[in-house]
């Protein structure tokens, strides 16, 4: 599968932004989905993840309550919806693809996504 995010920009501390993340093929509901982002000199975090049957999420505690997780398997599409938005939420942010059998299942460890998309850059202002 291949995934394209887009959806990153300049935006002021408090605003929103709402990233979003499509694959190709016709197994998108045959992959579990997370979102991970990098900041400049740091290493790549997780951010939140949904299930296949979009039944399940998780999120970092940075962002629970704030970036509400979301997919539409009709149309191929996770979204990351970005509220509330902090400087520290700046980071380029990538989408990854897990293929699991486990429709409830979700990770957040970045060695368990098998594809990843080639990042969006977010950027939060003061």
């Known amino acids: 599968?291949?995934?394209?995010?887009?959806?990153?920009?300049?935006?002021?501390?408090g605003g929103s932004l709402r990233l979003s993340c499509a694959a190709s093929g016709r197994t998108f509901s045959s992959y579990a989905m997370a979102w991970f982002r990098q900041a400049p000199g740091k290493e790549r975090e997780f951010v939140a993840a949904i299930s296949r049957s979009a039944t399940s999420t998780y999120y970092a505690d940075s962002v629970k309550g704030r970036f509400p997780i979301s997919r539409d398997n009709a149309k191929n599409t996770v979204y990351l919806q970005m509220n509330s938005l902090k400087l520290e939420d700046t980071a380029v942010y990538y989408c990854a693809a897990d293929r699991t059998p486990v429709?409830?299942?979700?990770s957040k460890r970045a060695h368990d996504y098998d594809y990843w998309g080639q990042g969006t850059q977010v950027t939060v202002s003061s």
């Open 1 to 13: 599968v291949q995934l394209q995010a887009f959806g990153g920009g300049l935006v002021q501390a």
């Open 103 to 106: 429709p409830t299942a979700w």
